[in-house]
């Protein structure tokens, strides 16, 4: 069912996030808890994998971000986009949107520290990919589910998530604060299949403008 409205609806799916068909709001969506299982693929050779969740704006161009990036670094991560931070136990992407769930469009990566990826690492391309000095929104996407957060899975990562976001804020923002988020992972759920990949999937779609890197 799923596959057939996506089919009927695909050409509208280059638009604006928040004006989608309202058909599309009615779909299946998987909850986990902030500790997500481990992936069934060369990720799971490690037992030494991590997660990291961010928030930086629409998801799609999130997600589309970082695989780019560490695919041209020789770096597997496995990435889901969803929602979080919010207090609706049922979310979907038209209550999201419509800001009335407090949730986050966010995306979760699954990875294994090495010399080419760490936390710390995660945490500066995170900023370096979105305007992390505007309140709950990014380019033209206004709302709380736009907001830009950094969802910490461990007291190791909230230490180093201040760490680097005080050496960002120094570096590359002397003229303007840094009002990303950095709050404890709580629920997450998975987005609805279609937005998963939606980029690669979409090449053409919506990309919020400010989804660009800027050192």
């Keep these: 069912m799923i596959r057939r409205l996506y089919s009927r609806a695909s050409r509208n799916l280059f ?11 009615q779909r299946h969506f998987a909850k986990s808890n902030s500790t997500l299982a481990a992936p069934q693929d060369q990720l799971t050779n490690s037992a030494a994998f991590e997660q990291a969740t961010f928030a930086a704006g629409c998801f ?29 136990p049922f979310p979907t992407y038209r209550s999201v949107c419509k800001g009335q769930t407090q949730h986050a469009e966010a995306l979760q990566i699954v990875y294994t520290p090495t010399d080419k990826i760490k936390y710390a690492d995660l945490v ?11 309140l709950n929104s990014q380019g033209p996407d206004r709302g709380t589910q736009y907001r830009s957060a950094i969802f910490t899975h461990s007291p190791e990562q909230e230490q180093t998530a201040r760490e680097v976001t005080a050496k960002i804020q120094q570096l590359h923002f002397k003229g303007k604060k ?13 987005a609805e299949d279609y937005h998963q990949k939606y980029l690669v999937k979409n090449p053409h779609g919506y990309e919020c403008p400010s989804h660009f890197l800027r050192w």
Excluded: C
């Excluded at 638009?15 to 709001?25: C, D, E, G, N, W």
């Design 15 to 25: 638009l604006h996030p928040s004006r989608l068909p309202s058909i599309l709001s």
């Design 124 to 134: 500066e391309f995170f900023y370096r990919m979105h305007d992390p000095t505007t």
């Design 60 to 88: 799609w161009g999130v997600e589309k971000a970082f695989q780019k990036f560490y695919k041209n670094q020789g770096v597997i991560v496995r990435t889901t986009v969803g929602y979080t931070g919010g207090i609706d």
């Design 178 to 190: 840094i009002v990303t988020q950095i709050v404890p992972a709580g629920d997450w759920f998975d």
